[in-house]
């Protein structure tokens, strides 16, 4: 046990846990269990039991669309329904950039994928990714969904990305 520096005439020293109310060891202590006249106790924190401290707020220079964009990411399977059965978007030109195990980051056509659940597809009669390996979708040489940056121009295609958010 931690015990207080203070020792007495006998060569004992006072329980600091005992000071402070909390010895575990009662009878059994090796330290005093008596007041001691020189314990001061430690500084109490002012903050209250059960709550964290609030974080600084980080100053983020943003506009107040990327904001929004941050708050309503859509997934994966979200943009390839959009894509599969929205007639504005043709499924031929569409490009999925997606994180190979082995060789990094590929681009195939959109329509060399089955899009249905992995644990139903034959792995050997079809091509199918996890949706967490999809990085971003091009059309047309333009990203318009990506998840690194958090680019979504499929479901808000009005969004315009701030220069602090394009990093």
Not at 20 to 37: A, K, L, Q
Not at 64 to 78: A, N, S
Not at 126 to 147: A, E, N, Q, S
Request: proline share 5%; hydrophobic share 30%.
């Amino acid at each position: 046990a931690v015990v207080s520096t203070q020792s007495t005439g006998e060569g004992q020293r006072y329980c600091y846990f005992y000071q402070m109310g909390r010895c575990r060891f009662d009878n059994s202590c090796t330290s005093r269990h008596e007041p001691d006249p020189d314990f001061t106790p430690p500084k109490q924190s002012k903050r209250k039991k059960g709550k964290k401290p609030k974080a600084k707020a980080e100053e983020v220079v943003s506009c107040g669309k990327c904001e929004k964009q941050r708050k309503k990411m859509r997934t994966v399977m979200d943009v390839v329904n959009r894509i599969q059965w929205d007639e504005s978007y043709d499924p031929e030109k569409v490009i999925v950039g997606y994180l190979d195990r082995f060789d990094g980051l590929i681009e195939e056509n959109f329509s060399f994928f089955d899009w249905s659940d992995v644990t139903t597809v034959d792995d050997w009669e079809t091509f199918c990714i996890p949706k967490h390996r999809v990085y971003y979708f091009k059309i047309d040489d333009v990203i318009v969904w990506d998840r690194r940056t958090r680019l979504d121009l499929i479901f808000n295609p009005k969004t315009v990305q701030c220069s602090n958010c394009q990093s």
